[in-house]
Every structure is written in structure tokens, then in C-alpha cells.
Nanobody, 123 residues
């Protein structure tokens, strides 16, 4: 069992930055591929970014490439998402997720989820 707790969300103006964190507890963190997803009101949950066990492989949705950076610190059991040049369309609840595999997938086929943190980008 893995418990995930996100933090770092908030209200920011367009063009600003936020840094999301996800703290994991329970089983060994570095046995899991990790992902960030987001869900806007009335929309399905969508993939934002993913990272492999040791961080050697990352993947981003086209909508955030060049603006968001995913990273992990396995020693501290922390996953982060640095979000720069934020746009109003980035507004959503952001979730971190863990998958018992070294393969990053862009679907919601992850085994554990956090409760989410709200990100709101104003114009």
C-alpha cells in the first residue's frame, strides 16, 4: 500500500509558476513509476507527466512540454512538478499517482492516487 499526499497548489496569475509536491509513504517509493494527472471541471482526468523508477525516463503531454518539469527524490519519497508559464487552461485539480511498474503510461491505469491539489490560474 502506498499513500500519496499532494501539496503546493494555489491561485496564480497567468505567466506565473507553482511547484507541486507529492509525498509518498508506505512501500518502497523507488519501485513505482509516478505520474501527475489533472482534472478540470466537467472534463476527464488527463495525463500531465510521468517519470520512471529512477527518474531516467520522463514523459510529458504536449500541452505542458517546455513549461512543466517532473522530478523525484527517492531518498525523500517526494515527487515534484515544477510548473512555469502557467496558463488559464492549466486550471484543474492535480493528482499524483503511483504505478507498480517501471513503465510510464498515459492512461489512468495507476494503482494508487493522492487526494489532489487545486491549481487555479487567473487571467
Amino acid at each position: 500500500q502506498v499513500q500519496l499526499v499532494e501539496s503546493g497548489g494555489g491561485l496564480v496569475q497567468a505567466g506565473g509558476s507553482l511547484r507541486l509536491s507529492c509525498r509518498a509513504s508506505g512501500r518502497t517509493f523507488d519501485n513505482y513509476a509516478m505520474g501527475w494527472f489533472r482534472q478540470a471541471p466537467g472534463k476527464e482526468r488527463e495525463f500531465v507527466s510521468g517519470i520512471s523508477w529512477l527518474g531516467g525516463s520522463t514523459q510529458y503531454d504536449d500541452s505542458v512540454k517546455g513549461r512543466f518539469t517532473i522530478s523525484r527524490d527517492n531518498g525523500k519519497n517526494i515527487l515534484t512538478l515544477q510548473m512555469n508559464s502557467l496558463k488559464p487552461e492549466d486550471t484543474a485539480v492535480y493528482y499524483c499517482a503511483a504505478r507498480r511498474s517501471n513503465v510510464i503510461v498515459i492512461t489512468t491505469r495507476y494503482d494508487y492516487w493522492g487526494q489532489g491539489t487545486q491549481v487555479t490560474v487567473s487571467t
